[in-house]
């Protein structure tokens, strides 16, 4: 049966802590999925109903200190966190769409408590064994327990790239974080792809030009 979209509207003072009063939700969120490089991060987190913050938004629309600000405050306040990477190699293997939802399903599994729905950001997703769930577009600037994940996802990630970096400096991941930036594909251009990168997508204008 088609699930129906949701029609959950984003109040004009803050974010929703719940879809449904009572109901222990776990809202979901990936990062990474457009990058040239890097895994694919994903988070779920599952907030009480004593949880506020007029900060946590969607993490695209924080700053990268505000993220980080954020961090450690979600991960002390929420009932509980759990993050879920998925390889570049899988990437490929499987194509990024579905490595989104894994990563979403390897955050499940790294819940310390089972949640009895879940909230996944976007319109999308491969259902989890034996939790409901709803697709919410663009959830997380709807929901704080989705903006919440957005913003471990994405630090968790950046994290990631950081580090990556420190070997790879040419590609100035530390500044692009993987995404297909002039500067990345100039890189690419000269020095050819890593191991990190995802041989599946397009690294360069002129894929014929790269040697393989």
């Known amino acids: 049966m088609k699930k129906k979209k949701s029609t ?6 803050s974010l ?16 990474g999925r457009g990058c040239l490089a890097g ?7 599952i907030l009480g109903p004593s949880f506020k913050s007029d900060l946590l938004n969607d993490s695209k ?23 879920g990477v998925v390889t570049n190699q899988e990437v490929d293997e499987i194509n990024v769409l579905n490595a989104s939802f894994l990563a979403m399903h390897r955050a499940v599994d790294n819940l310390k408590m089972k949640p009895e729905h879940l909230l996944i950001d976007g319109n999308r997703f491969k259902p989890y064994p034996d939790i409901p769930h709803e697709c919410i577009v663009k959830g997380d600037g709807k929901m704080l327990s989705i903006a919440a994940a957005s913003v471990l ?18 590609y100035q991941w530390q500044k692009n974080k993987g995404y ?3 500067v990345h594909r100039d890189a690419i251009r000269v020095h050819g792809p890593t191991p990190h990168h995802r041989m599946s997508f397009r690294l360069l204008d002129e894929q014929l030009k790269l040697a393989l």
């Open 61 to 83: 629309k924080l700053t990268e200190k505000q993220r980080y600000q954020l961090r450690p405050i979600i991960e002390e306040q929420a009932l509980a966190f759990g993050v």
């Open 153 to 170: 996802a994405k630090t968790y990630r950046d994290d990631y790239m950081n580090q990556l970096d420190e070997a790879f400096p040419a």
């Open 180 to 182: 297909p930036t002039k």
């Open 8 to 13: 959950i509207r984003k109040p004009k003072t």
């Open 39 to 45: 895994p694919v991060y994903a988070a779920a987190v």
């Open 16 to 31: 929703l802590l719940c879809l449904q009063e009572g109901r222990v939700e776990a809202g979901c969120d990936e990062a």
